[in-house]
């Protein structure tokens, strides 16, 4: 586990913007569904445009005789319709059919006799109608160009409505027509005493365009890694782990057992091999330089101030915005304006949900930077941040044997932690059949181990912090229905301590220890003093920071968005 790197500290100090996009097919796929959902966003906004723009029922005039329409009443027509800019009257009355019907309805039972089907035809065939208040008799078609659109009961199959009904001769019903030059067309009709419904589908087709890139953008939004993390990523060069260590210091080899392989707490840097470490755990490397990996030799990385993570939150609050708006404000059924609110409700939700996560995120990443990383020979007793290699302690590595079987045995560990389960399938009442993995067996451990930064070693009690993250999975078996899953912090990894050091009693140090190294007096302890946050996991600062988003994308744009946010409400 030897090499020499050497890193462009330049490349993890970002600029104002960066692209960030995915590298793993796990992220790839959603990115190429998003895209896709942008197309076809793009698409159904086209279409939309094409679709005549019809105002709302609320504008049109109300009249009793075709002798009331008037050129003071007419407005442009808009987009969509084929003599666009021409001037048209919308009106609305009440006539009576004379000739012809608008729809009929049935309804039936199944096979089984269980469950009833309600059926409605509208016919599209032209109409004799008069006026309820002069008789007037005219011809109305449906136009061309939207089609028909009848309110009618809902019935439901209910028992009063059990018959076949029909809207037809000598019944009252209130039209929605346009009237363009000499021609009338039927835009929609309120039947059995309702009101002719709203021609939305123009506004639809365009919400329904939002609704895609609302969803589009939040898929790249959770999707979209950081500048950080895709630079730590490209750095980390696969340079062939080799088997971990085991035994005591002086006295080690390499261990038997699964290989880990290149994962997102490993090594961004090749670390020293363990030819070249002392015998002494607590003395300095042959040079004494510090590992290529400590913060004080790479610096602290700076994330870009905007990332796509932030662009595609922005357009998915500012959609999302703008459909709420839409709905509330622009004509629509009440289903329009139930939808807006609950999507009002929903984005403020959504951001006070993601500035809570991404200010807790922040405050522990930033935790970790704002803490001077020590070096080990020059420690002080106290709170501490230290990075380094896991080395052997004075008692060695340990041998686990996962599931309690040689056969799956992994050497130089020195904390574990592993799962047995069983893939077991049960079938519910009707039959069908699931499977899943239960966990019928788990098992933990540690023992003390030596954190080496290059200029000494220190002694680590990871028995005293609650949680040890150990990172990825080291290795599964599997035989038949049986899986075996363990998780290890070994010697040669990587490991980040964040804790309190402490003086080791008499009693704790161990016999023949060379007292003349300082921090062979020392232990390193996750007692959690008041107002620190302590961590010991699998890593270095580089794979813990590879997280990080600037204060402008964690904090700021989150809150400007959960200002925004309020605009639905004053409409």
């Known amino acids: 586990m030897s090499g020499s790197n050497t890193i462009d500290h330049t490349s993890l100090n970002h600029g104002f913007f960066q692209f960030t996009f995915p590298h793993t097919w796990k992220k790839i796929i959603p990115w190429v569904i998003a895209i896709l959902l942008y197309v076809a966003a793009a698409i159904m906004l086209s279409i939309s445009l094409g679709i005549p723009d019809v105002p709302p029922t609320s504008e049109a005039i109300v009249i009793e005789s075709l002798e009331d329409i008037s050129d003071e009443n007419q407005v442009n027509l808009g987009t969509g319709w084929e003599h666009q800019g021409d001037s048209a009257n919308f009106v609305l009355m009440d006539v009576l059919i004379e ?8 309804w039936e039972y199944d096979s089984d006799g269980e469950n009833c089907t309600d059926y409605v035809d509208i016919y599209d065939d032209p109409l004799i109608v008069s006026s309820v208040s002069t008789g007037e008799s005219f011809l109305l078609k449906w136009s061309d160009e939207m089609g028909p659109e009848v309110n009618t009961i809902d019935r ?24 363009h030059d000499d021609n009338l067309a039927l835009l929609s009709v309120g039947a059995e005493g309702l009101e002719p419904g709203e021609r939305t589908e123009r506004e639809d087709a365009q919400r329904v365009s939002l609704l895609l890139i609302i969803v589009a953008s939040l898929i790249m939004m959770i999707t979209t890694p950081t500048s950080l993390s895709n630079d730590i990523k490209n750095l980390r060069k696969r340079w062939g782990n080799l088997p971990f260590v085991h035994g005591k210091p002086g006295s080690l080899a390499p261990a038997e057992g699964p290989i880990r ?40 990385p700076s994330p870009a101030t ?49 500035l809570f996560f991404a200010w807790k995120k922040w405050k522990l990443v930033h935790n970790i930077i704002d803490t001077a990383t020590s070096r080990v020979r020059s420690v002080a007793v106290g709170p501490a941040e230290l990075v380094g290699q896991v080395r052997p302690g004075p008692e060695g590595t340990i041998s686990v044997n996962v599931g309690g ?17 069983e893939y077991v399938c049960t079938k519910d009442s009707d039959g069908k059949e699931s499977c899943s993995w ?13 954190l080496h930064d290059g200029t000494g070693g220190i002694l680590i009690d990871p028995d005293s912090w609650k949680k040890v993250n150990l990172g990825e999975q080291l290795h599964n078996w599997e035989s038949g229905r049986w899986r075996w899953t363990v998780w290890v912090l070994a010697s040669g990894d990587p ?8 003086t080791r009693t008499s009693e704790e140090k161990e016999d023949g220890i060379d007292e003349t190294i300082p921090s062979s007096h020392l232990v390193v302890r996750g007692n959690k003093d008041i107002g620190m946050q302590v961590h010991l996991h699998r890593g270095t600062e580089l794979s813990v920071i590879s997280g990080l988003r600037s204060t402008t994308e964690a904090i700021i744009v989150p809150l400007i968005m959960l200002t925004f946010s309020a605009i639905p409400f004053l409409w």
């Not at 707490?265 to 004494?288: F, I, K, Q, R």
């Not at 239960?438 to 030596?450: K, L």
């Not at 490991?495 to 402490?502: D, I």
């Open 99 to 106: 000739e012809g019907t608008l729809v009929e309805g049935y």
């Open 156 to 179: 439901s199959c209910a028992n009063e409505y059990y018959d076949p009904w029909a809207v037809e001769e000598g019944d009252v019903i209130e039209i929605f027509m346009v009237k």
């Open 261 to 300: 392989g290149l994962d997102n707490s490993d090594w961004v840097l090749p670390p020293p091999g363990y030819e070249t470490w002392p015998d002494n755990a607590y003395a300095a490397n042959a040079d004494g330089d510090l590992i290529e990996e400590h913060p004080d030799v790479i610096g602290t």
């Open 306 to 354: 905007l990332t796509l993570y932030s662009v595609n939150g922005i357009i998915f609050i500012i959609t999302s915005l703008w459909l709420a708006s839409d709905l509330l404000a622009r004509h629509g059924e009440s289903t329009h304006l139930l939808l807006g609110n609950i999507l009002r409700i929903v984005i403020i939700v959504f951001n006070l949900v993601w």
């Open 405 to 421: 079987s040689s056969s799956r045995k992994v050497e130089g560990v020195v904390a574990y932690r592993w799962k047995e389960e």
């Open 438 to 450: 239960h966990t019928r067996r788990t098992d933990d451990g540690n023992t003390n181990f030596i």
């Open 495 to 502: 490991v980040y301590c964040l804790g309190r050091v402490e």
